[in-house]
């Protein structure tokens, strides 16, 4: 492949990226061994995106995601089991609720900089963990929230049955789809031009007059919403919400996803959450100290990929 | 009409492509044709699902679940099968997490095509199983403690639990403790839905003793230093100390509670005290302490079928011996291919009747399921660590009492929800 | 509240204050390492577990606590100067994340390799013959070994703070701490400085590990909580400041031994509140200098 073609190959992806990475996510159950699976890597896919707003494009890491997640996916469930919210509008109520923890952390956390960023989105979010933990009549705890049952639901009057693995499947991408069509314009818009600004130097950006601070708050509150979504749509898949989704170590997770796949490209999150959950389920099978190969993995693409796998790959094409 | 063209340039997509993907996604989803259907083989391999922790703090646990299942697979198959059809078991790991079992169960029953499920260990997880199965209406036996899922919020028609619950448990040791030690008693709990249930059964079986509650300590899960509780504790003065909490909590709170010396003047009881816990944590740490179980080893000096077990166990796996978990793995898979013989037939809501008709003694004494809730009705273990005159490096307990099979020990089906 | 006497809460703030010895202990090497790398050390807790585990294996092999407690650091001390040379060297000048990524995954690598050495379960391991019992301190009994720990840590800081203010060495560190260009300047080895440093604080890490085996289960996991409450402790006091290091983990140790006492279910989440409300008033900590940061 000369230089041209190839550059001109990628081109043309950055400028339809939504659309080829749809199209790619229409046929992506006939290449996943069983669909579960395949709407998990969606749902983390799209937690990742999310994530990556605020860590690949604003140069922020946050270590509190996991409090997005969590509450999207309890915002969903509990409005759906306790108020008999239809699952529409319980989806809607996840986001809300994810939000509004966003704007709070968000708020509070912007002031700090750096390493400091990282311990304080900690903090907040274990506070946020403990939180729903304690309100065990809402959440159930310990044992999670069960009970999010959605057999049939009515889509413009059809009704669709939510059980089979496909339909749910393809339900779910409509969601992920608008998110990251959405995504995709926010990125191509000025908004998303003056997050790279800041990331690249923020005191210039500054000194051109944004007012940074509110550009970083917005940014939490959006990446918040997104992962607020994934959260959503997880409660509806596996029918409850264990409150390990809270949990630090699920902010882990997503920085790990980010990392592995590519934190300064587009689609890349979405590889890394497939290749984190594919690592996971193969290596399970083949060995139980799975988590010795994963944290290897991950301490080598730290030292010699940390463009990640789909940065590579994209690097590489351009390179040939 | 500029901002559309602006738009598209600038690498998005214009909502008429939206709209098109959007109807053709709903298009494919409403006409897949049901290359998915639940109905389950009615012939061939009889496929039973069996996510536990293989990785994680229960592992040990969980692989000893593993071998004395594939020891009740091994049995049926030997002894022919179901009308020439053998069984198979799909082992998973759920990694102790409910989010990891769903997606498990998920697999095992969408892409496997398994015909029942059993397993599981710790609460949440086996309620996040039982929520799935429950669904998509396949068997599910769990072989771990939970008080939750025999309520009716979580049950299902579908829902076995083979396991006891922590009122048995606590129950049981409660009533040799108080009626022993003393009646004036303090609770260290842990703060979650378990260490409550431990809580109140202790209690029940207290009120009718008399037994006076001098605190109940609640400690976060998870904790590792109990230190901040224990001069508390031992100013209160208590005859008893029941321990609620499991695993590793229970190892480091005994271990802390005996080096603060509260062992000198108090009993230290706990309702479940697990053979890997025990082994990990040492002699000293856990001398003398009481606790309950659903099955020790020991119990073939008195129990033909359990040394019928412990010597099938011991044959497979090199002289070793199965540990409490490690037997309801047994029970629990052969309570279902029992069932499935009994019913003369796969088909899901026959053997459903025939498991609640089933009366069995499998490895520790007669057993049946309760009709209300499905729950196990079996005798329960007191034991007492011990330090000096073992046998081998096996014997880490004695046996001080065992409750008999006895539906009073159960919480009661309207307390559970049930209606009668 | 019944029983609720001056000798208890005493009691309760010895308790709390031996609680905090291990903070500070875990807390003083996070700091050092942040202080003078500006490397946030995500496996640091799996380094003190790999120090228990280390120790308790010692142990059944010399039956002797005392040269334990000076092998431990050696053996830990030099698994960070390996990890530091071939694994976090080459990560400098680039992203200030990434080593902190690195040792997010290295954590994984310990914990999972502990477990394929000793398997899942934990090792037994009871408080070392003479530093059993307890004492009566005036106010209640008290473990003896609690006692002892307390005062090894005391000891500990003291020769640390000695090593850092009274020796040349210690005075490489502190200029090192304050402008590293400044060493560079002065003809000084940089990169064996920060290899020494990492050492040291994973050293004391492991050290922290063997110290407190007697006081809870060794578990590959025993490293996981631990981890979220060092940091608590290091942002609380100042990343890079001893005796912020000290001080917050004593007070934090107090927190949660009183927390404990009046409302024990707010007793782990009242330290991360402790630690968001420091970082939204004071963002360097209590004793941190601020500017010290990405």
Redesign the interface.
């Given at each position: 492949m000369t230089m041209s073609n190839a550059a001109s190959l990628i081109a043309f992806g950055?400028?339809?990226?939504?659309?080829l990475a749809?199209g790619f996510l229409?046929i992506f159950p006939w290449l996943m061994?069983?669909?579960?699976?395949a709407v998990?890597i969606l749902v983390l896919g799209l937690y990742a995106v999310g994530f990556n707003l605020l860590f690949g494009y604003t140069g922020l890491?946050s270590f509190g995601h996991a409090a997005f997640l969590g509450s999207g996916a309890y915002g969903c469930g509990i409005a759906l089991v306790h108020f008999g919210v239809p699952w529409f509008g319980a989806i809607l109520v996840g986001v809300l609720l994810s939000v509004f923890f966003a704007a709070i952390m968000g708020f509070?956390a912007i002031?700090?900089?750096?390493?400091?960023?990282?311990?304080?989105t900690?903090?907040?979010s274990?506070?946020v963990y403990?939180l729903f933990y304690?309100a065990?009549n809402l959440t159930g705890?310990?044992?999670?929230l069960?009970?999010i049952?959605l057999?049939e639901i009515g889509?413009?009057g059809?009704s669709?049955n939510f059980?089979?693995?496909?339909?749910k499947y393809?339900?779910i991408?409509?969601f992920v789809?608008?998110a990251l069509?959405l995504f995709?314009?926010l990125?191509?818009?000025p908004f998303g031009a003056v997050l790279e600004a800041i990331r690249e130097n923020e005191s210039r950006a500054r000194a051109c007059g944004y007012d940074v601070a509110r550009v970083k708050f917005i940014a939490f509150v959006i990446s918040g919403a997104f992962c607020g979504l994934a959260g959503a749509l997880?409660a509806l898949h596996?029918?409850?919400v264990?409150?390990?989704?809270l949990h630090?170590l699920t902010s882990?997770q997503v920085?790990?996803m980010a990392?592995l796949g590519g934190m300064n490209t587009f689609f890349g999150p979405f590889v890394g959450a497939a290749a984190f959950l594919l690592l996971e389920d193969v290596l399970?099978t083949m060995t139980?100290?799975?988590?010795?190969v994963?944290?290897?993995?991950?301490?080598v693409f730290?030292?010699f990929f940390?463009k990640g796998i789909w940065g590579s790959v994209l690097a590489w094409m351009v390179r040939k | 009409m500029t901002s559309t063209r602006i738009?598209k340039?600038?690498?998005?997509?214009s909502r008429r492509?939206?709209l098109a993907?959007?109807a053709g996604?709903?298009a494919?989803?409403?006409f897949?044709p049901?290359?998915?259907s639940?109905a389950k083989a009615q012939t061939g391999v009889i496929k039973i699902g069996f996510p536990v922790p293989?990785?994680g703090p229960f592992?040990a646990e969980a692989n000893d679940q593993v071998k004395a299942a594939e020891i009740a697979i091994k049995e049926f198959n030997e002894a022919g099968g179901f009308q020439g059809r053998l069984a198979e078991l799909l082992v998973r790991?759920d990694?102790l997490?409910?989010?990891e079992a769903?997606?498990r169960t998920?697999?095992l029953i969408?892409?496997d095509k398994v015909n029942y499920v059993v397993g599981s260990l710790s609460?949440?997880v086996q309620?996040?199983i039982?929520?799935?199965t429950k669904?998509?209406g396949v068997i599910f036996n769990s072989i771990s403690q939970s008080d939750?899922i025999n309520e009716v919020?979580?049950w299902s028609k579908f829902t076995f639990h083979e396991a006891l619950n922590p009122h048995m448990t606590a129950g049981a040791v409660g009533r040799y403790a108080f009626s022993k030690f003393g009646k004036k008693v303090a609770y260290l709990t842990a703060d979650?839905?378990?260490g409550h249930e431990m809580v109140r059964g202790f209690e029940s079986a207290g009120k009718p003793l008399g037994v006076q509650t001098l605190a109940d300590i609640r400690h976060p899960?998870g904790a590792s230093d109990y230190s901040a509780f224990l001069p508390r504790i031992q100013s209160l003065r208590p005859d008893v100390l029941c321990i609620c909490n499991f695993g590793r909590d229970q190892v480091n709170a005994v271990k802390q509670a005996t080096e603060f010396g509260l062992k000198e003047k108090i009993k230290i009881v706990a309702p479940v005290l697990l053979y890997t816990a025990r082994v990990a944590g040492g002699p000293e740490i856990f001398e003398g302490v009481v606790g309950g179980t659903s099955y020790y080893w020991r119990l073939e000096d008195t129990v033909p079928t359990a040394k019928a077990f412990n010597d099938k166990f011991r044959a497979a796996h090199g002289g070793a011996v199965p540990s409490d978990y490690g037997a309801l793995g047994y029970a629990g898979v052969r309570s279902v291919l029992t069932a499935v013989k009994n019913a003369g037939t796969t088909d899901t809501d026959k053997v459903v009747a025939a498991m609640r008709a089933l009366k069995y003694d499998f490895y520790k004494g007669p057993q049946y399921y309760r009709d209300c809730d499905h729950q196990s009705v079996q005798s329960v273990l007191v034991i007492e660590s011990k330090s000096k005159d073992m046998k081998d490096k096996n014997d880490v307990f004695s046996i001080v009492g065992i409750e008999n099979p006895d539906e009073k020990n159960l919480r009661s089906c309207a307390d559970l929800g049930h209606k009668a | 509240m019944s029983g609720l006497t001056l000798e208890l809460l005493l009691l309760q703030v010895v308790t709390g204050v031996a609680l905090g010895s291990v903070f500070v202990l875990l807390a003083i090497g996070l700091s050092l390492i942040?202080g003078m790398l500006?490397i946030?050390n995500f496996a640091h807790g799996a380094f003190y577990m790999v120090g228990a585990y280390m120790g308790v294996f010692l142990y059944g092999l010399t039956g002797n606590f005392w040269i334990c407690l000076i092998l431990v650091p050696l053996g830990v001390g030099s698994i960070g100067l390996v990890v530091e040379r071939f694994?976090i060297r080459?990560?400098y000048g680039?992203?200030?994340?990434?080593p902190?990524?690195?040792t997010?995954?290295?954590?994984?690598?310990f914990?999972?390799?502990i477990?394929?050495l000793f398997g899942l379960n934990g090792i037994p391991f009871s408080t070392p013959a003479g530093l059993r019992g307890a004492v009566d301190i005036g106010v209640g009994y008290f473990p003896l070994y609690r006692l002892f720990l307390i005062g090894a840590t005391a000891v500990l800081v003291l020769g640390l703070w000695l090593f850092i203010e009274k020796t040349k060495f210690g005075l490489i560190i502190r200029a090192g701490a304050r402008d590293p260009e400044i060493l560079k300047v002065l003809g000084i080895d940089v990169s064996k400085i920060w290899l020494l440093v990492f050492g040291i604080g994973t050293g004391i890490a492991g050290l922290s590990g063997i110290l407190a085996a007697p006081l809870q289960a060794v578990t590959p996991e025993m490293g996981i909580p631990v981890l979220?409450e060092a940091?608590?402790v290091t942002?609380v006091g100042g990343?890079g400041s001893l005796i912020g290091a000290v001080t917050a983990g004593l007070m934090v140790g107090i927190v949660v031994a009183m927390t404990s006492l009046f409302m024990p279910?707010m007793a782990?989440?009242s330290i991360?509140?402790l630690?968001?409300l420091v970082?939204?008033v004071r963002?360097?900590g209590l004793f941190g200098r601020a500017g010290l940061?990405?």
């Open positions: 950055k400028r339809h990226r939504a659309a749809i229409l061994p069983y669909e579960a699976l998990n890491l509070l002031r700090t900089r750096g390493i400091y960023f990282a311990m304080v900690l903090a907040l274990q506070c403990y304690q065990v705890g310990e044992n999670g069960r009970g049952n057999s889509i413009l059809f669709v059980l089979n693995p496909t339909t393809y339900v991408l409509a789809a608008f069509w995709s314009r990125l191509a818009s997880k596996l029918s409850i264990p409150i390990e989704t630090y882990g920085v790990m990392l399970t139980s100290h799975w988590q010795l994963l944290g290897a993995i991950f301490v730290v030292l940390p | 738009s340039r600038r690498g998005g997509i492509e939206v993907a959007g996604g709903i494919l989803a409403g897949t049901s290359l998915f639940i293989l990785t592992g790991d990694k997490n409910p989010g769903a997606t998920l697999e969408e892409k609460a949440a309620l996040s039982n929520n799935v669904e998509r939750a919020k979580d979650y839905a378990y899960i | 942040f500006t946030v694994l080459p990560l680039r992203n200030i994340d990434d902190l990524l690195l997010f995954g290295l954590g994984y690598v914990i999972e390799t477990r394929i979220a940091f608590v942002v990343m279910e782990k989440v991360f509140l630690m968001a970082l939204l963002p360097q940061m990405g």
